[in-house]
């Protein structure tokens, strides 16, 4: 006895409705493949056309630049893709990437490009192939350079609603979608470097804030922290227990997906040292230099590779991660590193050896810090609200591609 629900049927790209067809794409499409002009000609490159590779996707739904463009020399022997051209990865790790030309171009070979026939909506199939992307990744198997080659791909299908207005109304609800994400994003970026300016002026003293006055004065990060590192045993790890830090959550910021270590072990650990809220971690073998405050509560160990900077009284702990990020102190991470270490790495007492430039006046510091955070706090929202809306749109992909909501 079916389960299926009235009006719908059973095909190999799952569920659809009755009057839904599944066709491949090299049935509806025209299928082409870049090419690389001679690289050692350098008069094949140059600003004048599109240059496709696969670091250009995968970010915009339209491509209107390029890490690389060609002159018109390198265009005239290279295959020649018309605006709206839907662009394909089909070869290497990042094979499924996509986007739609936004002005003629070309590409490289590792790229298909897709010229749907007029009776098929060009943004609907731009659609399609995007939620078949990991279906078709998996046809490259298991390679040292994944390739799925072009009747592969051409045989791939997809299903299209019965009518092209109904694809049309499906793609038009998917790139207001893709409108406000591309729109947000660009809000993220721009209050990025909002904060970049405001970090390089209040944390230089470039531009004071109003009531404040007075030299700054410079000390060494020693003065401001006792820094302290984290155990040199490898801890032995269990499903569930004390959080033990490492580098990787300092530099993902994540705190939530940690290791575990005993609380028995953790007790031995922490006879020397003990993470508070107010601390700071920071990285020092690997990646350097990424710093974290301790805003909250936390009973935890961490590994050699972390430093923990102990705030002293009459400093600001948000003041000093915040500076921690600036230029200046990146410098000074650079100038103490050791050089020819690998991994990269900086010991307990060059870091203590840091120079900073730091308000006399606690309350300069503190108000400081206040209004960084404060775009800190607006920037996680937008990126909060960014990932909602991704998410939203892969639910709305999942039920306008398959026609459990019909739009038309």
């Not at 299903?159 to 207001?176: G, R, V, Y």
């Not at 060059?350 to 206040?370: M, W």
Request: hydrophobic share 40%.
């Amino acid at each position: 006895m079916s389960n299926l629900q009235a009006g719908y049927k059973q095909t190999e790209v799952g569920v659809i409705p009755e009057d839904w067809e599944v066709k491949s794409i090299g049935t509806i499409a025209t299928i082409a493949t870049g090419n690389t002009p001679p690289t050692h000609d350098t008069a094949n490159y140059g600003d004048v056309f599109l240059f496709v590779s696969p670091t250009d996707l995968g970010y915009t739904k339209f491509i209107s630049q390029t890490e690389k463009m060609l002159s018109k020399k390198g265009f005239a022997i290279s295959r020649h893709f018309p605006k709206r051209s839907i662009l394909f990865v089909c070869i290497g790790s990042t094979i499924g990437k996509c986007g739609i030309a936004a002005e003629e171009l070309t590409s490289n070979q590792q790229i298909n490009a897709i010229f749907p026939s007029s009776a098929f909506s060009t943004d609907y199939i731009y659609y399609a192939v995007s939620a078949a992307a990991s279906k078709i990744k998996a046809l490259a198997g298991e390679q040292a350079v994944p390739i799925v080659n072009k009747t592969q791909f051409s045989e791939t299908v997809i299903p299209l609603p019965p009518t092209k207005a109904e694809q049309e109304a499906i793609a038009e609800a998917l790139s207001d979608t893709d409108a406000l994400i591309e729109s947000l994003a660009q809000l993220i970026t721009k209050k990025r470097h909002i904060k970049q300016g405001a970090m390089q002026e209040l944390l230089t003293g470039k531009k004071r804030l109003s009531g404040f006055s007075g030299e700054w004065e410079l000390k060494l990060l020693g003065d401001i922290a006792e820094v302290r590192d984290g155990t040199h045993q490898t801890p032995k790890y269990v499903e569930s227990g004390v959080p033990f830090f490492s580098v990787e959550n300092v530099t993902s910021g994540d705190f939530a997906n940690t290791k575990f270590i005993s609380e028995a072990e953790h007790r031995f650990l922490t006879k020397s040292f003990k993470i508070e809220k107010g601390d700071i971690l920071m990285t020092r073998i690997g990646s350097i230099g990424d710093c974290k405050l301790i805003d909250w509560d936390v009973d935890a160990s961490f590994y050699v590779s972390l430093a923990l900077l102990k705030i002293r009284k009459g400093y600001s702990p948000s003041f000093m991660c915040h500076y921690t990020n600036s230029a200046l102190f990146q410098k000074e991470i650079e100038l103490n590193s050791l050089q020819s270490a690998i991994p990269r790495k900086i010991n307990l007492g060059p870091i203590s050896n840091i120079k900073v430039e730091i308000p006399r006046d606690l309350s300069e510091q503190i108000a400081i810090s206040s209004i960084l955070s404060d775009m800190d706090a607006e920037i996680a929202a937008l990126e909060a609200k960014l990932t909602k809306i991704r998410a939203l749109k892969q639910g709305m992909m999942h039920n306008l591609l398959t026609g459990r909501i019909r739009l038309l």
